[in-house]
């Protein structure tokens, strides 16, 4: 059996050990393998449905050391007057790229494509090649990273939570692109961004908004495209981070938290009816809201547990399953939510959301401070998890927020982690300073830095009072 050695493994190449991996190499001269068991990087780009593009624009996501796109607004389409967001196969040809043109060549990346990382012993860690079977074992100077610990759920490869009578056809959002007959209409399952994805993707093909039926048990907060932006659109973000620190400084209780976020735009509700009950970062523009308003037939009877051919039985109620209907599954979690834990322990590194909302960040930063300090204590104090709980709700709003603002209270008071912040393209701030200078910006970047004290105290405070939650 082989055996090799490195500094590093790293178990997965989606976007959280490519980012991390890059961050690391251009601090270090550490030596790094990389595992995944599907055969390139990009982790769920590479079977995510074709229509997808990212969420946020392309100019801060993927690594560090190279831009994805060309950093240009679009000019036309949904996302007109916007930074342009890549497809799955832009996102997955990068990623490709940035192993063939960079780590490789580097001579300190080596890579294990189709390869399961199956645990380790006193020997080391075990590899197996999913095509041969053969086994190599990796030994490790330094530290496992656990690249996998919010790998991302897909429609196409999980297991919805209800069972499908034989004769009845559901399908993923992959499998939208292979149908050869025109349906009658379209049942969309789901409450989160793939649902909002798949409807809008049927209305730009034509489909009339009163033929698709969305069973949507929950409604979520999305925020809105035009407030994420980076570069010469950033003072739109600037005023959208000022707006969340100066409402989670002012609210007297958690309830009042997202009414308050709503106020003042920073999120909105997809039915002006409907107050939504969960966040899990969804990002629209207002086009597609305005899109997604146009199917008026919204089933809210709770959550699907059986499909037949002829029904559909939800918590609430049994209804039909419309005959030529085609129904398509939107249930899969997309987010992880596991249990937050200590990123640095001292044989192992765990990958996870440092900053709300943007895993690359997150694992770049972990990179850097793994390369640039010594002290495991020290690194977690400069690197505390909080993801997306299972619940999404206003306190894990909350404790995201908070990690996020404290974070950025430490890491602008040390001077090398500032320097790397001020140019990391990861961060809509990276980059940004040429377009910080207009003076209303400026005013924007005012307020958001006075409130930042100001809203990590008062959520410190307020998620004190909540028995089931413990602050980091
Ligand atoms: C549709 C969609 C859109 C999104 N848009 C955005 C966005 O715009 N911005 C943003 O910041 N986030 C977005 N996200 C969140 C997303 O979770 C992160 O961006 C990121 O892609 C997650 O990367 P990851 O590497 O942690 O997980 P994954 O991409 O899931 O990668 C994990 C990898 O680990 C491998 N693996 C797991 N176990 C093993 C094992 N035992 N052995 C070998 N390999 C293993 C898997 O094969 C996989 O390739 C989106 C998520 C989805 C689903």
Not at 121 to 149: C, E, M, P, W
């Amino acid at each position: 059996m082989p055996e090799i050695e490195t500094d590093y493994l790293v178990v997965g190449a989606g976007a959280s050990g490519m980012a991390f991996t890059d961050a690391l190499i251009a601090s270090s001269d550490a030596e790094v393998v990389m595992v995944d068991r599907r055969h390139r990087p990009g982790g769920h780009w590479n079977d995510d449905y074709p229509f997808v593009r990212l969420h946020q624009p392309s100019a801060f996501y993927g690594v560090a050391s190279r831009a994805l796109g060309q950093d240009r607004i679009d000019e036309s389409g949904i996302n007109a007057g916007f930074y342009e967001r890549a497809t799955a196969a832009e996102i997955c040809d990068y990623y490709g790229r940035v192993l063939d043109e960079h780590f490789l060549p580097s001579g300190r990346v080596r890579f294990f494509g189709m390869h399961d990382h199956l645990g380790n012993d006193a020997d080391g860690h075990l590899l197996r090649s999913r095509v041969t079977g053969r086994t190599t074992t990796v030994r490790v100077r330094r530290k496992l990273v656990d690249a996998t610990y919010i790998e991302s759920s897909l429609p196409s490869t999980h297991t919805p939570g209800y069972t499908v009578d034989s004769a009845a056809v559901v399908v993923t959002p992959n499998q939208l692109l292979g149908l050869d007959e025109p349906a009658s209409g379209f049942t969309v399952i789901g409450a989160g961004k793939t649902s909002m994805d798949t409807c809008c993707w049927l209305i730009e093909q034509g489909v009339d908004p009163d033929t698709i039926r969305w069973i949507r048990p929950r409604d979520g907060w999305t925020a809105d495209r035009a407030s994420i932006q980076p570069l010469r659109l950033v003072g739109a973000f600037v005023e959208w981070v000022a707006a969340q620190n100066e409402a989670c400084a002012q609210v007297e209780s958690l309830d009042e938290l997202f009414p308050t976020l709503e106020d003042r735009g920073a999120f909105h509700r997809l039915d002006p009816g409907v107050e939504p009950v969960f966040n899990r970062g969804a990002i629209l523009c207002e086009a597609e809201r305005v899109m997604l308003r146009e199917v008026g037939n919204v089933v809210r009877l709770g959550k699907v547990n059986h499909i037949g051919a002829d029904r559909i039985d939800l918590d609430e109620e049994t209804i039909p399953n419309e005959a030529g209907h085609v129904v398509v599954d939107c249930t899969a979690a997309g987010l992880a939510t596991p249990p937050d834990r200590r990123v640095y322990d001292p044989d192992r590194i765990t990958i996870q959301w440092i900053q709300a909302g943007i895993a690359p960040f997150s694992a770049a930063l972990i990179g850097f401070v793994e390369a640039s300090r010594e002290d495991d204590t020290d690194k977690n104090r400069l690197c505390t998890a909080r993801g997306f709980s299972r619940r999404a709700d206003v306190v894990s709003y909350a404790a995201g927020w908070l990690n996020t603002q404290r974070g950025f209270l430490l890491w602008r008071a040390e001077p090398d982690l500032a320097e790397w912040l001020s140019t990391c393209r990861l961060s809509p701030f990276g980059n940004a300073g040429p377009y910080l200078g207009d003076p209303a910006t400026r005013e924007a970047l005012g307020r958001m830095v006075g409130a930042q004290s100001p809203a990590v105290e008062n959520l410190q405070r307020l998620l004190a009072k909540v028995s089931s939650f413990e602050t980091a």
